[in-house]
T-cell receptor, first 114, second 113 residues
Framework: AQSVTQLDSQVPVFEEAPVELRCNYS??????LFWYVQYPNQGLQLLLK??????LVKGINGFEAEFNKSQTSFHLRKPSVHISDTAEYFC????????????FGAGTRLFVKA | KAGVTQTPRYLIKTRGQQVTLSCSPI?????VSWYQQTPGQGLQFLFE???????NKGNFPGRFSGRQFSNSRSEMNVSTLELGDSALYLC????????????FGEGSRLTVL
């Protein structure tokens, strides 16, 4: 079974400051890792994903994440945030054995202040 | 290409009633997953269907059920509604095999009074 822990429920940050949203996971099998974003009154959309290869993954809107297998982490970063980045961010895992069951964390609400 | 369509977007029910939610996946996608989203709980996995077969199921009571039709459209049903069933129900479609992203609809927001 897999589980995902997002270590911060809310992250307030000033515009143009860097931000890191933390995600740890546990799994008895190898997994694929994802970050999704949800804007108010919308469904989720994919920011980036790690399937294999380079542990540093770049996504849309200037976000990137680094897979750390030894620490079972997949933290999301952005060097300079904008007001429009205010949203809820979800870390997710799915087994790479074809389980077709994606498990999500509880979410981190990023609030960017002017 | 049309996205994932969920209907209805909003609905209000009373305790004890039942509800049916509908999801039309992206054309060509054969997998549909359902999630329940509540504040502070994130997305809880309900079930996943592929080619009309349930491949995975989450830890929800039997009051929650679903099905998928031959055109990949899916429905989920909740019977004997409880106040705690109030949530945003999200449907996500996936091509069906291998690794890949889920494409989400905007959800059906259910309020149980």
């Amino acid at each position: 079974a897999q589980s995902v822990t997002q270590l911060d429920s809310q992250v307030p940050v000033f515009e143009e400051a860097p931000v890191e949203l933390r995600c740890n996971y546990s799994s008895s099998v190898s997994v694929y890792l994802f970050w999704y974003v949800q804007y108010p009154n919308q469904g989720l959309q994919l920011l980036l994903k790690y399937l294999s290869g380079s542990t540093l993954v770049k996504g849309i809107n200037g976000f990137e994440a680094e897979f750390n297998k030894s620490q079972t982490s997949f933290h999301l970063r952005k060097p300079s945030v904008h007001i429009s980045d205010t949203a809820e961010y979800f870390c997710a895992v799915s087994p790479n054995t074809g389980g077709f069951k994606t498990i999500f964390g509880a979410g981190t609400r990023l609030f960017v202040k002017a | 290409k049309a996205g994932v369509t969920q209907t209805p977007r909003y609905l209000i029910k009373t305790r004890g009633q039942q509800v049916t939610l509908s999801c039309s996946p992206i054309s060509g996608h054969r997998s549909v997953s359902w999630y329940q989203q509540t504040p502070g709980q994130g997305l809880q996995f309900l079930f996943e269907y592929f080619s009309e077969t349930q491949r995975n199921k989450g830890n929800f009571p039997g009051r929650f059920s679903g099905r998928q039709f031959s055109n990949s459209r899916s429905e989920m049903n909740v019977s004997t509604l409880e106040l705690g069933d109030s949530a945003l129900y999200l449907c996500a479609s996936f091509q069906g095999q291998g690794a890949g992203e889920l494409f989400f609809g905007e959800g059906s927001r259910l309020t149980v009074l």
